[in-house]
């Protein structure tokens, strides 16, 4: 057990209301076996349980997860915890790829999704925002534009949004981006093919892969031994049947103890001259694609965006799932929090009305109802977009 761990269990215990509840041995160097494991359902019960009474909420900067586990939760952390767990991520980008934090970079970004006037590209400091919910063959001359103008020597973006940006920049007779020197890649699955698509494409950037949750920060780093390095100096990871238990050893204003992290992951000792330990990724998050009537592919990510702003201020959509069951519907299933007929007659307006704005305003919309979202067996997690037509071609083309 590491000394950064032994400080962080002493504090949680201390001045975490949820672990300072739980009973176990009094020595902290055996405290960590009589933590519980702790999931995302936990913790959005009482998620104020798990803020340290040293801090106050509004202090603290806040995210939303993903909810591909489910319902979403919003995290806390504070400027200190932020920096901290950074350090060892920037420290493995200027040694491995020559980045460091005051490059200029470019953002594919579907964060603060449910602010309805976000830009479609803006500045802030030395960061290039591209909104990667609206992304098409209209938008894209402006991207490209604005890539051009601000020249960013990196990018930062999941998979299958820097994916349709290369699609879409092909289209528009854009054909190669040499300027770029580096891209990362986080959030998804990173197929074979699409990395060979951003090689040709971004024909002198080096391209690294990075597995996190947005709860935590990053876990893994690809170095240019090709291994997912755990950044030990920021985790304590270990096996928790097929998935892992992940300790944030930096998070002291929302502590992550025993956080259960729902991706099918190998962990194991590294051979190569980095040392420490790698991992390797069996199963993840994935994203489809939705097709639009004119073959054109655009991403599922603006169904996130319905939803949020459907639960502002007041949450009223507990899960949702769409699935595209043919080139002209989707079908989107929805868990209300309240199920009584006023509130099914205002979400299924609401979303209507956010339907018909929408580049998928071609496609038949069906709304039902339904008491449960099952997890995908695959991956574990609560796939939120399926395409039954699309989705294998895609990732093998």
Not at 1 to 16: A, F, G, H, P, T
Not at 238 to 265: R, S
Not at 350 to 358: F, G, K, R
């Amino acid at each position: 057990m590491n000394k950064k761990l032994d400080e962080l269990l002493k504090y949680s215990r201390k001045y975490v209301p949820f672990y300072s509840r739980i009973k176990g041995h009094e020595s902290v160097h055996k405290a960590y076996e009589f933590m519980p494991v702790v999931s995302k359902e936990i913790m959005a019960r009482k998620p104020e349980t798990f803020i340290s009474t040293q801090y106050e909420a509004r202090s603290l900067e806040n995210y939303l997860t993903s909810g591909s586990s489910g319902r979403p939760l919003t995290i806390y952390k504070s400027k200190r915890d932020v920096y901290k767990s950074s350090r060892q991520l920037w420290f493995w980008r200027k040694n491995e790829y020559g980045v460091s934090l005051h490059d200029k970079m470019c953002s594919l970004y579907i964060r603060s999704l449910a602010r309805p006037l976000m830009p479609t590209t803006f500045v802030d400091g030395n960061i290039l925002y591209l909104s990667a919910i609206k992304m098409d063959s209209n938008t894209i001359i402006e991207y490209l534009s604005a890539m051009k103008n601000f020249m960013p020597l990196w990018i930062y973006s999941n998979p299958s949004s820097l994916y349709l940006f290369v699609k879409y920049a092909l289209d528009a007779g854009c054909y190669t981006m040499p300027n770029i020197k580096y891209i990362e890649l986080s959030g998804e699955l990173l197929y074979d093919n699409y990395r060979e698509c951003f090689s040709k494409f971004f024909s002198n950037a080096k391209i690294a892969n990075l597995y996190g949750v947005r709860e935590i920060n990053a876990i893994a780093f690809e170095l240019s031994c090709g291994h997912l390095h755990v950044l030990d100096d920021n985790f304590y990871l270990e096996h928790y049947g097929d998935n892992i238990l992940v300790t944030g050893l930096n998070n002291y204003a929302m502590p992550f103890i025993k956080y259960i992290v729902e991706d099918n992951v190998k962990i194991e000792d590294s051979s190569c001259a980095n040392g420490g330990q790698i991992i390797s990724i069996l199963n993840s998050r994935e994203t489809d694609f939705v097709l639009l009537e004119n073959s054109k592919l655009a991403s599922p990510t603006l169904f996130h965006v319905w939803i949020e702003k459907i639960n502002t201020p007041l949450t009223k959509v507990i899960q949702y799932q769409v699935r595209q069951t043919d080139r002209n519907t989707l079908c989107f299933s929805i868990v209300l929090k309240r199920k009584t007929k006023e509130n099914i007659i205002l979400i299924k307006q609401e979303l209507v009305n956010l339907y018909v704005q929408s580049i998928f305003n071609n496609l038949n919309l069906d709304i039902e109802i339904v008491d449960v979202i099952h997890i995908d067996k695959l991956t574990g997690k609560y796939k939120y977009f399926y395409n039954d037509i699309v989705s294998i071609a895609v990732r093998k083309e």
